[in-house]
Each structure stands twice: as structure tokens, then as C-alpha cells.
């Protein structure tokens, strides 16, 4: 009885040993598992609300990285080498509330770059680029709270028609300072919020009267157009009635000569 209890005891040990060693195998698994949810140029953790942050800050990205979660909640890619975002450059976030590209080197922003994030997005940090012109196709109807201050902005005519058709909440727009206008000679002063210059000024007069010039020069030359042809098919038809006119005015003397050789033969 006592070997078969010393054999019974053994045998359990093994099995509680062989069950403690598949639960670590199945948590390192899961803790592998939920490292490649992650971008392999980012850093990824959970927030206290339960969700998932990726941080991809100073890492001289060059691009938006492909791989990122669908779980994302906050987006960091701030402090990167970013020159531009392309179109549907964030379709695959779904949930995304919070992305920061602060800190980079854009110029450009393709219509749609963030397609897929209107129902979702309430913080965007564009602060510290290179930007110039803010277009409504490349927000797409964002609705967000965003910080556009520290951008080379040019305030002119392109920049004064799309403002008013963005939908960023209204004190994003403040950020919006004019570094450098167009036409030069209106006298916007280096510094002066955009929203406080539009208010005053229409930088698109200048452009509506180069506009109107260039109407004017067209209908002129349409109009000469139709001068010209009228003049070339009056002198044609005036050419084509000399000809005709000439015409008619021989047809009788050839029809004389026979009467006359007639009136010869019947004397002789």
C-alpha cells in the first residue's frame, strides 16, 4: 500500500507539473500574440480607458507606418521625417480619436489622407510642419479639434475660399498665422491671425480682375474670330457672284451667233 501511494503521489506531481509548464506556454504565447498586434516601428500599450495606444514618436519614419492596429484609440507620429499623407493613409482605423503629426516635415496633404476617421476623430496635432494651404478635400469633413499653430501659412485667395468650408471646430482656426500673403501690397502684417484678415480683406479682388481680364481678352478674340469669317464668306460669295454674274452675261451673245448664221443662210 505504501509503494502504491508513493507511485500515485509521483504520478501526480508530474501532471501538476506538465499543467503548470502548458498554462506559461499559453500566457507567453498570448503575450507574443499581442506584441505582433503592434507595428514593428512603434510602441504599443493599453490606456486606462481601455484603449489601444501606439506610439511611433521620434523614430525618423519616413511614411505612415502599414501595419498599425485596427484597434487603435491614439496615434502618435510626432518628431518624425514626414513630407507628406497620402490618401486613405489611416482607412484601416476605425476607431482612432487622437492623432498627433506634430513635429514633421509635411508640405502636402493628398485628398482623403484621412478618409475613414470623421465619425471618429476629435484631437489632430499639425503643429510645427511646413504647411501653407489648408484644402477641404484633404480633411474631408473633420470635425475635430485641431492644432495647426507653427506653420509657414500663406494667407491668399486659395486660403481665403476654403476656410469657411472646413469643418474643424471654429477656435482650431485661430492657429491658422499668416507668415507670408498674396497679393504682396494688401499689407497683411507677418504674425496676424488668417481669421482676423479675412474678416477685413478679399485677396480674391486681385485675381477677379486678372480673371475678368483674361474673359475679356478671350471674347475679343472670338469675336475677331467671327469678324474674320464673316468678312472671308462675304468676299467668297461676293467672288462666287462676280463669276456667276459673268456667266449669265455670255450666255446671250452665244446664243446670238447661230440666229445670225441662220439669217446668213436663208439670204444666200
Same mark, same amino acid.
Given at each position: 500500500?505504501?509503494?502504491?501511494?508513493?507511485?500515485?503521489?509521483?504520478?501526480?506531481?508530474?501532471?501538476?507539473?506538465?499543467?503548470?509548464?502548458?498554462?506559461?506556454?499559453?500566457?507567453?504565447?498570448?503575450?507574443?500574440?499581442?506584441?505582433?498586434?503592434?507595428?514593428?516601428?512603434?510602441?504599443?500599450?493599453?490606456?486606462?480607458?481601455?484603449?489601444?495606444?501606439?506610439?511611433?514618436?521620434?523614430?525618423?519614419?519616413?511614411?505612415?507606418?502599414?501595419?498599425?492596429?485596427?484597434?487603435?484609440?491614439?496615434?502618435?507620429?510626432?518628431?518624425?521625417?514626414?513630407?507628406?499623407?497620402?490618401?486613405?493613409?489611416?482607412?484601416?482605423? /476605425?476607431? #482612432?480619436?487622437? !492623432?498627433?503629426? *506634430?513635429? $514633421?516635415? @509635411? =508640405?502636402?496633404? +493628398? &485628398?482623403?489622407?484621412?478618409? %475613414?476617421?470623421? /465619425?471618429? #476623430?476629435?484631437? !489632430?496635432?499639425? *503643429?510645427? $510642419?511646413? @504647411? =501653407?494651404?489648408? +484644402? &477641404?478635400?484633404?480633411?474631408? %469633413?473633420?470635425?475635430?479639434?485641431?492644432?495647426?499653430?507653427?506653420?509657414?501659412?500663406?494667407?491668399?485667395?486659395?486660403?481665403?475660399?476654403?476656410?469657411?468650408?472646413?469643418?474643424?471646430?471654429?477656435?482650431?482656426?485661430?492657429?491658422?498665422?499668416?507668415?507670408?500673403?498674396?497679393?504682396?501690397?494688401?499689407?497683411?502684417?507677418?504674425?496676424?491671425?488668417?481669421?482676423?484678415?479675412?474678416?477685413?480683406?478679399?485677396?480674391?479682388?486681385?485675381?477677379?480682375?486678372?480673371?475678368?481680364?483674361?474673359?475679356?481678352?478671350?471674347?475679343?478674340?472670338?469675336?475677331?474670330?467671327?469678324?474674320?469669317?464673316?468678312?472671308?464668306?462675304?468676299?467668297?460669295?461676293?467672288?462666287?457672284?462676280?463669276?456667276?454674274?459673268?456667266?449669265?452675261?455670255?450666255?446671250?451673245?452665244?446664243?446670238?451667233?447661230?440666229?445670225?448664221?441662220?439669217?446668213?443662210?436663208?439670204?444666200?
Amino acid at each position: 500500500m505504501l509503494l502504491l501511494a508513493e507511485w500515485l503521489l509521483c504520478h501526480s506531481l508530474v501532471a501538476c507539473l506538465l499543467l503548470h509548464s502548458l498554462a506559461l506556454s499559453s500566457t507567453t504565447a498570448g503575450l507574443h500574440g499581442a506584441n505582433t498586434g503592434c507595428s514593428e516601428s512603434c510602441y504599443c500599450s493599453e490606456s486606462a480607458d481601455g484603449g489601444r495606444v501606439v506610439r511611433c514618436s521620434n523614430m525618423r519614419l519616413a511614411e505612415v507606418p502599414h501595419d498599425l492596429p485596427n484597434d487603435t484609440r491614439r496615434l502618435y507620429l510626432d518628431g518624425n521625417l514626414l513630407t507628406t499623407i497620402p490618401a486613405n493613409a489611416f482607412a484601416g482605423l /476605425p476607431l #482612432l480619436n487622437e !492623432l498627433d503629426l *506634430s513635429h $514633421n516635415e @509635411l =508640405t502636402q496633404m +493628398e &485628398p482623403g489622407a484621412f478618409r %475613414g476617421l470623421v /465619425p471618429s #476623430l476629435r484631437s !489632430l496635432d499639425l *503643429s510645427s $510642419n511646413r @504647411l =501653407t494651404t489648408l +484644402e &477641404p478635400e484633404v480633411l474631408g %469633413g473633420l470635425r475635430a479639434q485641431a492644432n495647426l499653430t507653427h506653420n509657414p501659412w500663406h494667407c491668399d485667395c486659395r486660403l481665403q475660399v476654403a476656410m469657411p468650408r472646413l469643418d474643424l471646430e471654429p477656435a482650431s482656426l485661430a492657429g491658422v498665422v499668416c507668415h507670408t500673403s498674396e497679393p504682396k501690397d494688401i499689407g497683411i502684417d507677418t504674425g496676424v491671425p488668417f481669421v482676423m484678415v479675412a474678416a477685413d480683406l478679399d485677396l480674391c479682388a486681385g485675381l477677379k480682375r486678372t480673371t475678368d481680364v483674361a474673359m475679356l481678352v478671350t471674347m475679343f478674340g472670338w469675336f475677331a474670330m467671327v469678324i474674320s469669317y464673316l468678312v472671308y464668306y462675304v468676299r467668297h460669295n461676293q467672288e462666287d457672284a462676280r463669276r456667276h454674274l459673268e456667266y449669265l452675261k455670255s450666255l446671250p451673245s452665244k446664243l446670238d451667233r447661230p440666229e445670225e448664221s441662220s439669217t446668213l443662210s436663208t439670204v444666200v
